[in-house]
C-alpha cells in the first residue's frame, strides 16, 4: 500500500532510564542533548505495567497490547524442536507490531536490537535483532560471524557487520570515563573481574546498535526509526549500588572505584544521543522513552530475595518520557501517559488510527492541535499485502543465543537450573500463567486473573507468591470472604510470630471486613517491623482515616512519603489528613504532589478540589473538581460542589445548569439490602437499622408470629422481584429485605450496600424445619448442599460488581458482641445509625436453634 505522507518518526528505548537519576545530571549540565529535546517538546513519567519484565513491556509498547494478549510473557521460551529453554524471540508474539503496521502502509521503517526481535522480521527496511551484537566463546575477533537471522534484509550482512563493535577493539582510554579512579592494579584485581568485563561488554553492545543507528540515518531514506538500549537497565542491575550516596553494606573501596559508573552511562547516552540530533531532520518526530525506572536512592535493595521476579524488585513504577517534533507543544509536561498508549501515539502521528482491541489513548496532552481520530475495529485483519511478518515455517536456532541466555542468568533474571527439559517446560508454563495473572490484575481485570490463579494453586498448592496473589487479588475486588480463605492457608504455613508481611495482609481484609481496630493492632504490629515499607504505612494511614485520628494518619503517610516519594496514594491520604485538621495550605500541597506523580486519579482531584474549596479559591477548585469527573464523569460529590461554587461564588448559570441537568438525569438511586437465607438473621438485622434510624421499607401482609414474634419486615413485591423489579429505582435511601436468592434480580442501575447475613447451615435447616413444623431431629443434606451451592454462586456473582458492596455480619457475632457488629454495620453504612440504640434491639433470647455441640 503507498504511503499517505512523510513523516518522520524516531524511537528510542532506554530501557530503565529514570527521571530521578537525569533530573540532577540535567541540572548540572551533563545531558545536554536530551535537555534540547526536553525543551523542545513535551516530557513526563510514564507508567509501566506489572510485572515490570523487559520482554513483556517493550512488547506492550510495540503492539499497543497488554503482555496477556500479545503472548510475550517471559524472558524465555520453549525451543519448537527440543523443548530446552532459549531466549524468549519474536515467534512468541501474538499480534502485530508496530513495525508491521507501517510496512502493511508503505513507510519505510528501520528496527534496531527491539527486545525480541529475533530472528528478524522482514520488514520495509533494516532490520538488526537484538541478537546482532552477542558476543561469546565462538565469535573470536576478528574472526565474528552474524547468521542471517539476525539482519533483514540478508544482502545488508556484510555491511551491517562491521559496524559492530567487539568488546576486545575496547582500550583502557574507552572506560576510563566510567571508572575514573581506577589504577591498573585495580584492573589487574581478580576480584574486579567481572564488573570491569561488564563494562567493556555494556559499552561495546549499545555502540554496535549506536553504530546502526547512525549509518541508516546517513544512507537509508526513512519513515520510522525504532532504537532499543538495554544497556542502562544492565548497568543498573551491575552498578546502582555503588552510586552516591554510599550505602551501608559497600566498602570504601568498591565504592570509590564503581561509584561514577551509572552516571558514565547515562551521559554516555546523552553523548549517543546529540549524534543521533544532528543526523536527524529538525522537522522529525523524535520519542524518548523507558519501560520503568530504577532505583537509585534508599529504596535500593541489599539482596534481592530468591525468586525468579527478584531483579524487577529493584524497577521503579514510573519510566521517562519525551516527545518532541511539528505539532508537538514546547517546554510542558504532561501527565497520565502509560506503556501501553505509545502505539496509538506513533499510528497517529502517521495520521493512520488505532484500533478498537488496542486498549491505550494517543497522548493528546502532547500536542498542540488535537482531534480525537476514529478508531478501527483492529489491524489484525488478513490481507494479500506485505505486513512484514515472519513465515510461520521459520524456526529458531536453539542455540544461537545462549550467550544471550546465560548473561540473563548472570543478571539474575533467570536461575540457572538442571532439571530435566520436561520441568523446565513446566516451569515456563507456569510463569507465564502467572506473568498473564500480573497483567490481568494491574490492567484493572481481576475477576479474568481469579481462575487462572486458582489453576496454579490446585497444581502448587505451596506456592507462596501464588497464595499472596490470590489473596490480594479477593482483596482488589472487595471480597474478604475469599481473600480470608488463602489467608488462613497462608497463616497454616507461616504461623503468626514474626510475619509482618501476613499482618499486613490480615490488615487489609480486617479494613474490608469493616473491623479497623483490629486491623489498626495488625497494621502497627506489621509497621514496627525492618521490613515495613511505604505500603505498609499507607494502608496503616487509611485506617487511621477511618478512625478519625488525623494526626496519627498525618504521621504514618508522611513516613509513607519518606519511604517512597512517587507515592501517590500517600500523598493524597495525607491532604485528606491535613484537611480534616483544617491545615488547608498543606492539604492542598499535598493533593497536587498526588496529582502530579497520579495524574488518571479522580478522588485525588476531588479531594484536591475540596482542600482549594475551603481555602477559597474557587476557580482553582473548579478546575480540580472538573478534572475529576474528566477522569470519572459518575462523581457526583464533584458535580454537587461545582454547582455550588457556579451558583454561589463565581456566578455562571452556564456551567450551573449544565452540571445540574447531568447530576439530575445520572444520580443513581442508592438503597440498603439486608439479605441472607431465609432464617438467617434478616429480620433481626432489619429490626436493628430501624432502631438504630433507617428508613425501612416494609409492609404489613406477613404479620407477626411464633417464628419471628418481632416481625419480618417484608415488603411483598419482593417476592416478585425475578418477573418486576421496575419498583427499585423509586426507593432511594431505603432499607429493604430480599432473600439471597433474589439479589440476581436487582435492578443494576441502582447503587446497593448489603449487609449479608451469615449463620450456620444446619442452625438455619433446623429453624427452617421448625417453622414450617417439620422434626428438626434429622438433617436434609440434599438441601443443605443446594444452599451451599446458592450461596457460593451469589456471593461469586456479587464479586467485582462496581454498584455493591457487601458486609458479611455473622449471626452469632450479633447475638455475642452487639456492640463491635453495630460498630461495623454503622461504619459500612456511612454512620448513620445509633449504635446504642441498635444493640438494646438485639435478643439473645431468640436464638433458640442452635448447632449442637459434638461430644468425643
Known amino acids: 500500500m503507498p504511503q499517505k505522507s512523510n513523516p518522520q518518526v524516531f524511537v528510542l528505548g532506554w530501557d530503565a532510564a529514570d527521571w530521578k537519576f537525569i533530573n540532577p545530571l540535567l541540572d548540572s549540565g551533563k545531558m545536554p542533548a536530551l535537555q534540547r529535546v526536553i525543551e523542545a517538546g513535551v516530557m513526563g513519567n510514564i507508567a509501566t505495567i506489572d510485572p515490570p519484565l523487559s520482554p513483556i513491556l517493550w512488547t506492550s509498547i510495540a503492539t499497543g497490547k497488554y503482555g496477556d494478549e500479545h503472548g510475550v510473557l ?45 530472528p528478524a522480521e522482514p520488514i520495509n527496511g533494516i532490520n538488526v535483532s537484538n541478537h546482532f551484537a552477542d558476543v561469546n566463546s565462538q565469535n573470536s575477533f576478528p574472526d565474528w560471524e552474524l547468521s542471517e537471522d539476525h539482519v533483514h534484509p540478508k ?18 582510554n574507552h572506560i576510563a570515563p566510567f571508572v575514573p579512579t581506577a589504577t591498573r592494579e585495580h584492573v589487574e584485581d581478580p576480584k574486579n573481574h567481572e564488573l570491569f568485563n561488564a563494562i567493556i561488554m555494556m559499552l561495546a553492545r549499545c555502540s554496535s546498535f549506536h553504530n546502526v543507528a547512525t549509518h541508516i540515518l546517513a544512507t537509508q531514506e526513512w519513515n520510522f526509526i525504532g532504537l532499543y538500549l538495554d544497556t542502562i537497565d544492565k548497568a543498573s542491575h551491575y552498578f546502582m549500588k555503588f552510586h552516591p550516596p554510599q550505602q551501608k553494606h559497600i566498602s570504601d573501596y568498591d565504592y570509590e572505584l564503581f561509584k561514577d559508573v551509572m552516571t558514565g552511562f547515562y551521559v554516555y547516552h546523552d553523548m549517543m544521543l546529540d549524534r543521533l540530533l544532528d543526523l536527524m531532520d529538525e522537522n522529525a518526530h523524535l520519542m524518548i522513552l523507558s519501560d520503568h525506572g530504577f532505583y537509585s536512592d534508599h529504596r535500593r535493595l541489599e539482596t534481592l530475595p530468591k525468586d525468579s ?114 520441568r523446565l517446560l513446566d516451569q515456563i508454563q507456569t510463569e507465564n500463567a502467572f506473568h498473564s495473572a500480573q497483567i490481568k490484575i494491574s490492567t484493572g481485570r481481576p475477576l479474568e486473573a481469579i481462575p487462572i490463579l486458582e489453576e496454579i494453586h490446585a497444581v502448587k498448592p505451596e506456592n507462596t507468591k501464588v497464595l499472596s496473589a490470590l489473596l490480594s487479588t479477593h482483596l482488589a475486588l472487595a471480597n474478604p470472604v475469599e481473600a480470608r480463605k488463602y489467608l488462613k492457608l497462608m497463616r497454616q504455613k507461616f504461623g503468626t510470630e514474626n510475619t509482618p508481611q501476613l ?47 488525623w494526626k496519627e494518619a498525618q504521621k504514618v503517610f508522611t513516613k509513607a512519603i519518606k519511604l517512597d516519594s512517587e507515592n501517590a496514594a500517600a500523598y493524597h491520604g495525607l491532604c485528606v489528613a491535613f484537611m480534616r485538621q483544617q491545615k488547608f495550605d498543606k492539604a492542598i ?268
Not at 531466549?87 to 521503517?109: C, D, F, M, Q
Not at 487489609?508 to 504505612?537: C, D, M, T, W
Not at 457526583?636 to 448559570?653: D, F, H, T, V
Open 155 to 172: 544482502e545488508q550482512i556484510d555491511e551491517l557487520k562491521e559496524l559492530r563493535i567487539h568488546p576486545i577493539e575496547l582500550t583502557w
Open 309 to 422: 521476579m527478584a531483579p524487577a524488585f529493584e524497577h521503579s513504577k514510573f519510566g521517562m518520557f519525551c516527545l518532541k517534533g511539528p505539532g508537538v507543544k514546547q517546554d510542558e509536561r504532561i501527565y497520565g501517559a502509560s506503556l501501553i498508549d505509545i502505539t496509538p501515539t506513533l499510528l497517529h502521528l502517521f495520521g493512520l488510527p488505532p484500533a478498537e482491541d488496542m486498549p491505550g489513548n494517543i497522548l493528546s496532552q502532547s500536542f498542540t492541535d488535537f482531534k480525537e481520530p476514529e478508531r478501527i475495529k483492529t489491524w489484525e485483519i488478513q490481507d494479500d499485502q506485505n505486513w512484514g511478518e515472519l513465515d510461520e515455517s521459520v524456526k529458531v536456532d536453539v542455540w544461537a543465543a545462549q550467550e544471550a541466555l546465560q548473561q540473563l542468568i548472570a543478571l539474575g533474571y533467570i536461575e540457572s537450573m538442571e532439571e530435566s527439559d520436561e
Open 74 to 118: 517471559n524472558f524465555v521460551e520453549p525451543a519448537a524442536e527440543t523443548g530446552k529453554r532459549i531466549p524468549i524471540s519474536v515467534l512468541s508474539r501474538k499480534v502485530r507490531a508496530i513495525w508491521n503496521i507501517l510496512t502493511h502502509e508503505g513507510y519505510k521503517t528501520h528496527l534496531i536490537g527491539w527486545w525480541p526481535s529475533y
Open 503 to 549: 499482618d499486613f495482609l490480615e490488615g487489609r481484609v480486617l479494613i474490608q471486613e469493616v473491623q479497623p481496630a483490629k486491623a489498626l493492632v495488625l497494621l502497627k504490629k506489621a509497621a514496627s517491623h525492618e521490613v515495613a515499607n511505604s505500603g505498609f504505612y499507607q494502608t496503616l494511614g487509611r485506617v487511621f482515616l477511618v478512625c478519625k485520628d
Open 589 to 856: 500541597e499535598a493533593g497536587l504532589n498526588a496529582v502530579g506523580i497520579k495524574h488518571m486519579f479522580p478522588t485525588a482531584h476531588y479531594h484536591l478540589g475540596e482542600a482549594l474549596f475551603n481555602a477559597e479559591l474557587y476557580e482553582h477548585a473548579a478546575n480540580a473538581f472538573e478534572m475529576a469527573l474528566t477522569q470519572e464523569p459518575g462523581f457526583g460529590l464533584a458535580r454537587k460542589y461545582l454547582i455550588q461554587i457556579y451558583s454561589e461564588k463565581m456566578i455562571n448559570e452556564e456551567r450551573k445548569t449544565l452540571h445540574q441537568q447531568i447530576l439530575d438525569k445520572n444520580m443513581r438511586p442508592q438503597m440498603t439490602i439486608v439479605s441472607g437465607l431465609p432464617r438467617s438473621g434478616t429480620s433481626m438485622m432489619m429490626q436493628m437499622l430501624k432502631a438504630g434510624g433507617a428508613d425501612l421499607l416494609m409492609d404489613d401482609i406477613r404479620q407477626n408470629d411464633d417464628n419471628n414474634p418481632k416481625g419480618y419486615m417484608e415488603y411483598e413485591p419482593v417476592k416478585k422481584l425475578l418477573t418486576d423489579n421496575s419498583w427499585l429505582k423509586d426507593q432511594n435511601g431505603k432499607t429493604i429485605k430480599i432473600i439471597l436468592q433474589l439479589l440476581t434480580a436487582l435492578d443494576m442501575t441502582c447503587d446497593y450496600k448489603i449487609v449479608m447475613m451469615d449463620r450456620d447451615l444446619e442452625e438455619i435447616l433446623k429453624s427452617q424445619s421448625k417453622m414450617l413444623g417439620k422434626q428438626a431431629d434429622t438433617l436434609n443434606l440434599k438441601l443443605m448442599t443446594t444452599f451451599e451451592q446458592q450461596k457460593e454462586k451469589i456471593n461469586g456473582w456479587l464479586v467485582g460488581k462496581p454498584n455493591i458492596q457487601v458486609l458479611h455480619v455473622k449471626y452469632t457475632d450479633v447475638i455475642e458482641n452487639p456492640a463491635h457488629e453495630a460498630n461495623r454495620i454503622n461504619l459500612f453504612l456511612s454512620e448513620t445509625l445509633d449504635e446504642q440504640k441498635m444493640i438494646q434491639a438485639v435478643d439473645e433470647q431468640l436464638y433458640r436453634n442452635k448447632k449442637e455441640e459434638k461430644t468425643i
